[in-house]
């Protein structure tokens, strides 16, 4: 657990550099995540770290919106920074095995950290491709989704929440693969400008 803890903070740090350092004229283009700009992407980023802080507090989650909307756009980031430090707060003192509620359903606290990581290094790699950030996530985190992120997304939500996995021709950086694990390909990109 103490190692899936640390890759989630170090998931929600990285995601804090990448929001702070995107640009006004970054907040309308297209990401890889297919439906979502910059701005909501930020704006599910939020919502994704509220569900990650009600997660820990046992707070359930089902009222939390899929994109928050109501934070100006100049308080993006520092709104993402303050919620990665609650986060840490919330999660440092669970054990593996607690039980919490995350959005999918009840789980151990190790599983719904794992779920949790995943989400925001997948989204991560799409704001980072988006405004044109380096892409790969730190720490070796992505290795360690790819270990375990095939097991944690359940079929019930290919279509729903989850894309189908990519199947793309090449070599790509682990963090680009866990993408595609998720549906996510930057050629969504190319495709949408033109």
Not at 134 to 153: E, F, K, T, V
Not at 160 to 168: C, H, L
Not at 169 to 178: C, H
Not at 185 to 194: C, L, N, P
């Amino acid at each position: 657990m103490a190692r899936q803890r640390q890759d989630y903070f170090d998931a929600l740090g990285w995601v804090t550099q990448l929001m702070t350092a995107v640009q006004t004229r970054h907040l309308d283009a297209r990401t890889p995540c297919e439906n979502f700009d910059v701005r909501s992407l930020m704006g599910h980023l939020i919502g994704t770290a509220h569900r990650g802080l009600a997660t820990a507090r046992r707070v359930p989650t089902q009222d939390i919106p899929h994109v928050i909307t109501s934070v100006p756009d100049a308080e993006l980031a520092p709104t993402y920074a303050t919620l990665s430090t609650s986060i840490r707060e919330a999660w440092s003192p669970l054990a593996g095995a607690d039980a919490v509620i995350p959005p999918w359903g009840p789980c151990t606290a190790l599983e719904a950290a794992r779920g949790f990581t995943v989400e925001t290094i997948t989204h991560g790699w799409d704001l980072a491709v988006a405004t044109g950030q380096p892409s790969d996530a730190p720490n070796g985190i992505a290795d360690r989704c790819l270990s375990y992120a095939a097991a944690i997304i359940p079929d019930r939500l290919r279509g729903v929440s989850y894309d189908a996995p990519v199947v793309a021709a090449g070599t790509f950086s682990t963090t680009e693969q866990l993408a595609h694990l998720l549906g996510h390909k930057r050629a969504r990109i190319a495709h949408d400008s033109q």
